[in-house]
């Protein structure tokens, strides 16, 4: 039923303007308001269309069919934390009001990058809490010491032998901007519960970032190696971030065999690297921070704006 009079609502705003209050003076308007006087449900969608509809018109009139696909898709992006049937709601329409302009390859692009915002976050980390000496601290923890402290003020309360502090630094750094993303906190359950929900939250990143340690190479299989291949098939793939965590990279003789295609494929990625804190060195410290800050907090951010800059011009 609600199905229904939504479309009824989005068939008659999707032909008129509603800022010039045109709307009002439509037939079709008037009689759809009549047939559902009273009704409750037909009050709420109408007002949810009207809103939607005033925003739509405010950013794509005047605007080329390429610029209109854009801010659709802008629009989409801000509706992530909306129910389901609000973001339905707010595509149909769009697609309803403005799509007659666009080209087929607009509308498709749309489509496709619609579906995908809509149930999106930012980013996926991607580590490996790996240990081959259990009983000390985790290298990269113990080679990031300074800034592990730095970013995460309950460090203490943390296993260094088991956790992989530095994501775990980089998550926060990550959250305190404001961008939503996903960490798995523990690897020690059973495959069985752990891959469906690594590949789930990897399909919805525009971000995969992947904490880059040599000993990820070197035993398969790897879970890390699942959630790179499981990006590689996201829309818009080439949003990826490989964050180096070591000095220097793994020789590729110490590479399980079976992980060499992906330790080539992440070897031919351009790769940030972080500077080790093992030491401290407050410079080094801050200027570590800033480089999250600015540099990857900034790629994460802008990712939603590079989906939306590869709308066809035609």
Not at 110 to 132: C, G, K, M, V, W
Request: net charge neutral; hydrophobic share 40%.
């Amino acid at each position: 039923m609600t199905g229904s009079i939504r479309r009824e609502v989005i068939n008659v705003y999707s032909r008129s303007t509603v800022r010039d209050k045109s709307l009002y003076g439509v037939d079709d308007y008037k009689r759809l308001c009549s047939k559902y006087d009273g009704n409750t449900t037909f009050d709420a969608l109408r007002h949810r269309v009207e809103m939607d509809k005033i925003e739509l018109e405010t950013r794509m009139d005047a605007q080329t069919p390429e610029s209109q696909v854009r801010q659709a898709l802008v629009g989409v992006f801000r509706r992530r934390g909306k129910a389901k049937e609000d973001q339905d709601s707010f595509v149909e329409l769009a697609m309803r009001a403005y799509s007659e302009s666009w080209s087929s390859a607009q509308r498709e692009y749309f489509l496709e990058a619609s579906a995908y915002l809509r149930d999106s976050q930012d980013y996926f980390i991607s580590f490996t809490n790996r240990n081959p000496v259990p009983k000390s601290h985790i290298r990269v923890n113990e080679e990031h010491r300074y800034f592990i402290r730095m970013a995460i003020s309950d460090h203490k309360d943390f296993d260094w032998s088991k956790r992989n502090l530095l994501a775990q630094a980089i998550h926060y750094l990550l959250q305190k901007a404001y961008l939503t993303g996903f960490l798995f906190p523990d690897h020690g359950r059973t495959s069985y519960e752990v891959i469906p929900e690594l590949e789930y939250q990897c399909r919805r990143a525009l971000v995969f970032i992947q904490v880059v340690q040599g000993v990820m190479f070197t035993s398969a299989p790897s879970y890390c190696q699942l959630e790179f291949n499981v990006a590689n098939l996201r829309p818009f793939s080439q949003n990826a971030i490989f964050l180096n965590a070591e000095e220097t990279f793994l020789d590729a003789d110490r590479v399980d065999p079976d992980l060499l295609p992906w330790y080539d494929s992440v070897l031919a990625f351009a790769q940030l690297g972080l500077p080790l804190t093992d030491t401290y060195n407050a410079a080094q410290v801050k200027k570590n921070r800033e480089f999250v800050k600015k540099m990857i907090v900034q790629l994460v951010g802008g990712a939603g704006a590079r989906i939306y800059d590869g709308v066809p011009a035609g």
